[in-house]
């Protein structure tokens, strides 16, 4: 049974930054694909940003380009997201998710997700 434990979410003031962390356990972390979605109040949840076993990065969301990077730390078994330049619309619930399928990771089928962390951006 693979766990999945964000942290670093929080308020910050428009043009701030924040890194978020997922930490896993119970599972071999190498053979997972790694994902960052996030759900604004009455939004659907959007693919924000992944990472396939190979290390890979692959941005879903446009607005997110060269403010956004997801990493991963194998020895740590922990992935990252480094928000810079923070924006109002980017405020959400962030959730992590693993799964060994690359599509079903797209879809939004994870079959491991994090509880969320609150990022809330002020204007």
């Known amino acids: 049974q693979v766990q999945l434990v964000e942290s670093g979410g929080g308020l910050v003031q428009a043009g701030g930054s924040l890194r978020l962390s997922c930490a896993a356990s119970?599972?071999?972390?190498?053979?997972?694909?790694m994902g960052w979605f996030r759900q604004a109040p009455g939004k659907e949840r959007e693919f924000v940003v992944g990472?396939?076993?190979?290390?890979?990065?692959?941005p879903y969301v446009d607005s997110v380009q060269g403010r956004f990077t997801i990493s991963k730390d194998i020895a740590k078994n922990t992935v990252y997201l480094q928000m810079n330049r923070l924006k109002p619309e980017d405020t959400a619930v962030y959730y992590c998710?693993?799964?060994?399928?690359?599509?079903?990771?797209?879809?939004?089928?994870?079959?491991?997700w994090g509880q969320g962390t609150q990022v809330t951006v002020s204007a």
């Open positions: 119970g599972g071999t972390f190498s053979q997972y694909h």
């Open positions: 990472i396939t076993r190979s290390g890979i990065t692959t």
């Open positions: 998710a693993a799964e060994t399928n690359w599509d079903n990771l797209r879809k939004g089928f994870s079959s491991y």
